[in-house]
C-alpha cells in the first residue's frame, strides 16, 4: 500500500460546482497536511496547511482532515475555470522526518 | 512578494553530460531542498540541505547528484552524468523551519536528456 494515495482524474466540473478533493493515507505519523495547487508547468503553490484533525477555511477552500479515517478533503466552492489545475496533497510527520510526502495530484477542470 | 527562483527554465543535455539547475531561495530562509517531478507522476523528494550541509536524502540522491550553496544566495544542484532517466522537472523549495512552516516553492526547471 502507498503512503499516499490520490485519485489522478481528471475530474470535470461545471463552473460554480463545488469540488471535493481527497486523498486517504496509511501512516499513522503524519501530522501536518497541505493542499498545494499546481498549473501546467509551474511548480507547486502551497494553498492550506493543518495541523491534526479538523477543518479550515480560506475563503472558497476549505482543508478537512480526519485522522480516525486517515483521510483529508479540500472543497473548494464555486468553482472558477482558473481554478483548473492539479491539486497535490501533502503530509508531514511530527518527528523524525520532516519531509513531505506528496499524493499523485488530481486534475481538476472547470469548464465555464 | 519574494519568491523562489530557478534558472535555466528549460534545459537539453546529452546523456552523459553534466548540469547545473540552479536556486535563488528566499532570503531569509534556512531550509533548502530539490525535488523532481517526472512527467505525469508524484512530486519526488531528493535532499534537503541546512547550514551548509545535507540534512536528509531520499533514494534517489545517489552519487550522481550533489548539492552546494556556493554563496549566500544560490543552491545548486549538479548531476554528473545525465541518463536518459533523469529527465523530469526539478523543482527547488525552501522553508523558515521544518515541521510546521511551508515550504515556498519555484518555478521548476524542465530537464530533458536526449
Known amino acids: 500500500q502507498k503512503e499516499v494515495e490520490q485519485d489522478p482524474g481528471p475530474l470535470s466540473v461545471p463552473e460554480g460546482a463545488i469540488v471535493s478533493l481527497n486523498c486517504t493515507y496509511s501512516n499513522s505519523a503524519f501530522q501536518y497536511f497541505m493542499w498545494y495547487r499546481q498549473y501546467s508547468r509551474k511548480g507547486p503553490e502551497l494553498l492550506m496547511y493543518t495541523y491534526s484533525s479538523g477543518n479550515k477555511e480560506d475563503g472558497r477552500f476549505t482543508a478537512q482532515v480526519d485522522k480516525s479515517s486517515k483521510y483529508i478533503s479540500l472543497f473548494i466552492r464555486d468553482s472558477q475555470p482558473s481554478d483548473s489545475a492539479t491539486y497535490l496533497c501533502?503530509?508531514?510527520?511530527?518527528?523524525?522526518?520532516?519531509?513531505?510526502?506528496f499524493g499523485r495530484g488530481t486534475s481538476l477542470i472547470v469548464h465555464p | 512578494e519574494p519568491e523562489v527562483t530557478q534558472t535555466p527554465s528549460h534545459q537539453v543535455t546529452q546523456m552523459g553530460q553534466e548540469v547545473i539547475l540552479r536556486c535563488v531561495p528566499i532570503s531569509n530562509h534556512l531550509y533548502f531542498y530539490w525535488y523532481r517531478q517526472i512527467l505525469g507522476q508524484k512530486v519526488e523528494f531528493l535532499v534537503s540541505f541546512y547550514n551548509n550541509e545535507i540534512s536528509e536524502k531520499s533514494e534517489i540522491f545517489d552519487d550522481q547528484f550533489s548539492v552546494e550553496r556556493p554563496d549566500g544566495s544560490n543552491f545548486t544542484l549538479k548531476i554528473r552524468s545525465t541518463k536518459l532517466e533523469d529527465s523530469a522537472m526539478y523543482f527547488c523549495a525552501s522553508s523558515t523551519g521544518t515541521a510546521n512552516t511551508e515550504a515556498f516553492f519555484g518555478q521548476g526547471t524542465r530537464l530533458t536528456v536526449v
Open positions: 501533502a503530509m508531514k510527520r511530527s518527528g523524525g522526518s520532516y519531509i513531505p510526502t
